[in-house]
């Protein structure tokens, strides 16, 4: 059964630093997207990084990057240079290619950044 | 603009009433979906359909159904609501495997 765990609830980090949220995920598909949304506190879902299970590459936008580790069935999400406006909760989410397209998320994790 | 527009932002309701929401997408998108978000901040799948066949039906009770007249439009009835069944609804949108483009969510709360 396809499922998403991020077991941090929440992380507190200061100013311009860098922060690493995980993700662990469960599937029995050979093929299948990866996702990373943002909720702000307005409640605003925004999509913000991919990495397609084929691609051995990390995908990287902007100061978002991804640790994939398909072996251990990991995606990490890595913000850099981190701004209090990152300050929102953290969503991993994955899509498997067969299975109609739903996209199941993990629990969440609130990060806060510090002055 | 292109996006996702749900009605209304928020609701307020009593127990045993019914309720409707609406989810317009005009991104050109084939495929729409119903989440709930509960109070624990959960994300769970409800409905989604695609070209305006439904496609997906989670388990959810009987009293919640969704309606599509076109691709660009799915709205979620819910008859006789529960106060279980406060929480944020979003509704979203996407294009084969893309990522999804959410709406701002309904908020409801019954009393």
């Known amino acids: 059964a396809q499922k998403v765990t991020q077991t941090q609830t929440s992380i507190s980090v200061v100013e311009k630093t860098t922060v690493t949220m995980d993700c662990v995920y469960e599937?029995?598909?050979?093929?299948?997207?990866l996702f990373w949304y943002k909720q702000t506190a307005s409640g605003e879902i925004v999509f913000l990084i991919r990495q397609d299970s084929y691609k051995k590459e990390n995908a990287t936008v902007g100061h978002y990057s991804l640790n994939f580790q398909k072996p251990k069935s990991s995606i990490g999400l890595i913000i850099t240079a981190t701004q209090i406006e990152d300050s929102a909760v953290y969503f991993c989410?994955?899509?498997?290619?067969?299975?109609?397209?739903?996209?199941?998320f993990g629990q969440g994790t609130k990060l806060s950044i510090k002055p | 603009e292109t996006a996702v527009f749900q009605t209304p932002n928020y609701h307020v309701t009593q127990v045993g009433n019914e309720v409707s929401f609406n989810c317009k997408q005009t991104?050109?998108?084939?495929?729409m979906y119903w989440y709930k978000q509960d109070s624990k901040k959960l994300l769970k799948i409800m409905f989604s359909?695609?070209?305006?066949?439904?496609?997906v039906n989670e388990t959810v009770p009987r009293r919640f159904s969704p309606q599509s007249s076109d691709k660009a439009h799915l709205n979620l009835r819910i008859k006789s609501v529960e106060p279980e069944d406060s929480a944020v609804y979003l509704c979203a949108s996407s294009l084969g495997h893309s990522d999804y483009t959410f709406g701002s969510g309904t908020r409801l709360l019954v009393i």
């Open positions: 359909y695609n070209n305006k066949q439904l496609i």
């Open positions: 989410a994955m899509r498997e290619n067969y299975n109609q397209g739903k996209l199941i």
């Open positions: 991104l050109g998108h084939d495929t």
């Open positions: 599937t029995r598909d050979s093929s299948y997207f």
